[in-house]
């Protein structure tokens, strides 16, 4: 063991020897985990980029940062061996809005590159990896702890020995119902949209331009068109119903499909490859445009619902959702908005959308809200809304009655990260590791890096 250990750590240093002198640079290695080195400029380049992004550590950067890298690589070898597989699209969209932000923070392409010292690409394929990596890290967490569960009898025994100063403070939270109207479109709005569609398959099909420039120059949906349209491999499920029935007939790559129309707008698709029960398709999304007229109509209309709802009590609003509304998540579950982070009806007031937000922070419970123009955040387009506030529970020191479910989520965090400790602590004692000199004299957060003389 010794003397492989030995023969390891040799390679490690003839690698940066190697790379010394490839890049005329001094290249040092300074932690070896597993078979893995952990290189002296990977640490300073995740200092640089979290100053860039003013993250604060608490403590020594040269011995956080380092500990971090090496519990990174512990948790992908473990992925290495579970075969974890991440979505290619789910990378490329977190990817694209890295290097957006880090665009529009420095103002252009050219003062990103200079402040990086990398070419956009080079930022791209590296940035590529750190984020496929992390999934991958979450991936196997998320395996690790998935067979979590607690009892309320559980939850109420954690709340009991909770010590005063770690009660959580809870703030203002509300519940929310909410009846939206989708203007109506005038229909030469929408065959001038499908006029264009079938203008760009024409191009496709005879060769005159690519689906993927035309996918960049026009596409609205803005996160796709990066990337020439290009959505990434994903199942039937994942798909709108009428955009996966078209997408999965598809054969000819060359070829585009018939206009298709989701709840998203109007779409036109090229197939890119199919692999099983997944598909990867490029779409050019056109969504037809809502007049100041039609807002106004929509507006109007609602405003007539809510006076024969409030005023003259004709119909209660759980009644007018179930016949009016347009939002799909909510018209068979009486309007109540659900918080997708907590699959509760409450929500802090800064996790609603900005405008239902901004209407219901003067309400009392029972309030109707006169009627107003959002952007609907799962279709990206002007919709026209009225809410009415059910409930609103004001800040205050967290209670086992009125907050069961963030009591609930706090004991299940601290369970999780009570098994992923004692995980890379099995973890670091099982793995050859080799901390260099320079490197070594830090309160690390887990036991076990250094090993005794006798191992190294």
């Known amino acids: 063991m010794k003397i492989r250990k030995l023969l390891l750590t040799g390679l490690y240093m003839l690698a940066a020897v190697a790379a010394s002198a490839q890049n005329n640079i001094a290249e040092e290695v300074a932690w070896?985990?597993?078979d893995q080195p952990i290189w002296k400029s990977e640490i300073e380049e995740q200092y640089n980029n979290m100053q860039y992004e003013k993250i604060s550590l608490n403590g020594d950067p040269y011995c956080i940062i380092p500990e971090r890298l090496a519990i990174e690589k512990l948790y992908l070898h473990q992925a290495e061996l579970d075969t974890v597989k991440v979505p290619d699209a789910s990378v490329l969209a977190e990817v694209d809005a890295r290097m957006n932000f880090y665009v529009n923070q420095l103002g252009s392409k050219e003062k990103v590159e200079e402040y990086f010292r990398k070419s956009m690409p080079e930022m791209r394929e590296s940035?590529?990896?750190?984020?496929?990596?992390?999934?991958?890290?979450?991936?196997?967490?998320?395996?690790?702890?998935?067979?979590?569960?607690?009892?309320?009898?559980?939850?109420?025994?954690?709340?009991?020995?909770?010590?005063?100063d770690s009660v959580p403070f809870v703030p203002t939270q509300v519940e929310v119902q909410i009846l939206t109207l989708n203007p109506v479109v005038p229909r030469q709005e929408v065959e001038d949209v499908k006029a264009r569609l079938r203008d760009f398959a024409e191009q496709?099909?005879?060769?005159?331009?690519?689906?993927?420039?035309?996918?960049?120059?026009?596409?609205?949906?803005?996160?796709?068109?990066?990337?020439?349209?290009?959505?990434?491999?994903?199942?039937?499920?994942?798909?709108?119903?009428?955009?996966?029935?078209?997408?999965?007939?598809?054969?000819?790559?060359?070829?585009v499909s018939k206009i298709v129309e989701s709840q998203y707008g109007y779409?036109?698709?090229?197939?890119?490859?199919?692999r099983g029960d997944r598909i990867n398709t490029r779409h050019i999304l056109l969504r037809p445009k809502v007049s100041a007229n039609d807002l106004t109509d929509a507006v109007n209309r609602l405003d007539s619902l809510r006076r024969d709802m409030v005023d003259n009590k004709k119909f209660t609003f759980e009644e007018a959702v179930a016949v009016v509304s347009q939002d799909k998540d909510t018209r068979n579950n009486r309007g109540i908005m659900v918080n997708q982070q907590t699959g509760t009806p409450r929500f802090e007031m800064s996790?609603?959308?900005?405008?239902?937000a901004k209407v219901v922070n003067?309400?009392?419970?029972?309030?109707?809200?006169m009627p107003f123009v959002m952007i609907d955040p799962k279709l990206n387009r002007e919709v026209v809304a009225i809410v009415k506030l059910t409930n609103r529970v004001a800040a205050h020191k967290a209670n086992i009655s009125d907050d069961y479910q963030t009591i609930k989520?706090?004991?299940?965090?601290?369970?999780?990260?009570?098994v992923l400790k004692n995980w890379l602590e099995k973890k670091i004692a099982d793995t050859y590791v080799r901390i260099e000199d320079g490197w070594r004299n830090c309160e690390f957060e887990h036991k076990g890096w250094i090993k005794s003389d006798a191992n190294k």
């Open 32 to 34: 070896v985990v597993g």
């Open 127 to 164: 940035m590529t990896d750190m984020v496929r990596n992390n999934y991958r890290i979450r991936m196997v967490q998320q395996s690790l702890t998935k067979n979590i569960k607690a009892t309320p009898s559980d939850v109420r025994k954690y709340f009991d020995k909770l010590p005063v």
């Open 204 to 255: 496709v099909n005879t060769g005159k331009r690519e689906f993927s420039t035309l996918a960049i120059l026009y596409s609205e949906d803005k996160e796709s068109a990066l990337r020439g349209g290009e959505i990434g491999f994903m199942g039937r499920g994942h798909l709108d119903p009428e955009y996966a029935a078209v997408a999965f007939n598809l054969n000819d790559p060359k070829k």
């Open 267 to 274: 779409h036109i698709i090229q197939l890119i490859e199919k």
């Open 351 to 356: 996790a609603l959308p900005q405008e239902v």
């Open 362 to 369: 003067t309400m009392e419970p029972g309030d109707v809200s």
């Open 409 to 418: 989520d706090m004991y299940e965090n601290s369970l999780r990260e009570e």
